[in-house]
């Protein structure tokens, strides 16, 4: 069974950082992307950033210049390096991945999320 561990989070003073992990586990024949997303308190889940099947990245606008994501060699674990936070990055971070298990076909796992929050 695949699983998808986030860690990092927390609480942080705006212009303050944090780098949140993301780990798959499990059985997997291939990871074909992943990418992390936020849920802010009364809004939807929005996309924050990502990896494209060919291995570029992508940002949500917001977080350009801010926020960086890296992986290992193996695409696992992936890391969203966070600076010069603001309030408005509060969101509960989620690690989503498109994902090949051993005899089974592609599927989207989602992790359990972590908060961040950013306070003085």
């Known amino acids: 069974q695949v699983q998808l561990v986030e860690s990092g989070g927390g609480l942080v003073q705006p212009g303050g950082s944090l780098r949140l992990s993301c780990a798959a586990s499990g059985k997997i024949f291939a990871i074909y992307y992943m990418d992390w997303y936020r849920q802010a308190p009364g809004k939807q889940r929005e996309f924050v950033a990502g990896f494209t099947s060919g291995g570029t990245t992508n940002y949500q606008d917001s977080v350009k210049g801010r926020f960086t994501i890296s992986r290992d060699s193996a695409k696992n674990p992936m890391y969203l390096q966070m600076n010069s936070l603001k309030p408005e990055d509060t969101a509960v971070y989620y690690c989503?991945?498109?994902?090949?298990?051993?005899?089974?076909?592609?599927?989207?796992?989602w992790g359990q999320g972590t908060q961040v929050t950013v306070s003085s």
């Open positions: 989503h991945a498109r994902i090949k298990p051993f005899g089974e076909p592609a599927n989207d796992y």
